[in-house]
T-cell receptor
Framework: EAGVAQSPRYKIIEKRQSVAFWCNPISGHATLYWYQQILGQGPKLLIQFQNNGVVDDSQLPKDRFSAERLKGVDSTLKIQPAKLEDSAVYLC???????????????FGAGTRLSVL | KQEVTQIPAALSVPEGENLVLNCSFTDSAIYNLQWFRQDPGKGLTSLLLIQSSQREQTSGRLNASLDKSSGRSTLYIAASQPGDSATYLCAVMRGANNLFFGTGTRLTVIP
């Protein structure tokens, strides 16, 4: 079974530029997540999709971050304009729809490391 | 607000030692607690999942316990190996699949 695919693996941009990240979840997984992991910290949820609808985007800085999940499969996360504090690893994860939430496991991609100079 | 704390932040042990990693959380209203492993440049790999109704889970040399009433979990690694070197993250799940992560423990096993 193919895992969660993310691209690019690395990105270096200057502040105020824009950047986009792409994620392809595991086939058949209805739920897709984007996390931000700042160096030395644990991942923090930015946005969660169920199929192509947003379940939770309460921690997404909506003035500069946007995300979409077209046709309920692939997803893109965009930052425009980027700030220095956006330097982090952006992780995508997916999970199937579980009858029992207590048993649900999220599967993570390798992440995109963003450096904003 | 759920807060998850992991102690220690870093740990170095000689190969073969048994070790314990600690995780504490402030809100006991959780669906489950999960332990993940993160290798440099790679994503997270789920190691163990303990449902809120369970007390422990075991997989090979790994054993995780959960005490919801005290807001604590431990990950026990037996007979550590250099390949166990990685960052270990615990996370608690609340409603709608939301995972709240700790800051991790960076483990180094010295050959």
């Amino acid at each position: 079974e193919a895992g969660v695919a993310q691209s690019p693996r690395y990105k270096i941009i200057e502040k105020r530029q824009s950047v986009a990240f792409w994620c392809n979840p595991i086939s058949g997984h209805a739920t897709l997540y984007w996390y931000q992991q700042i160096l030395g910290q644990g991942p923090k949820l930015l946005i969660q999709f169920q199929n192509n609808g947003v379940v939770d985007d309460s921690q997404l800085p909506k003035d500069r971050f946007s995300a979409e999940r077209l046709k309920g499969v692939d997803s893109t996360l965009k930052i425009q304009p980027a700030k220095l504090e956006d330097s982090a690893v952006y992780l995508c994860a997916s999970s199937p729809v579980a009858a029992n939430l207590a048993k649900n496991i999220q599967y993570f991609g390798a992440g995109t490391r963003l450096s904003v100079l | 607000k759920q807060e998850v704390t992991q102690i220690p932040a870093a740990l170095s042990v000689p190969e073969g030692e048994n070790l314990v990693l600690n995780c504490s959380f402030t809100d006991s209203a959780i669906y489950n607690l999960q332990w993940f492993r993160q290798d440099p440049g790679k994503g997270l790999t789920s190691l163990l999942l303990i449902q809120s109704s369970q007390r422990e889970q075991t997989s090979g040399r790994l054993n995780a316990s959960l005490d919801k009433s005290s807001g604590r979990s431990t990950l026990y690694i037996a007979a550590s190996q250099p390949g166990d070197s990685a960052t270990y993250l615990c996370a608690v799940m609340r409603g709608a699949n939301n995972l709240f992560f700790g800051t991790g423990t960076r483990l180094t096993v010295i050959p």
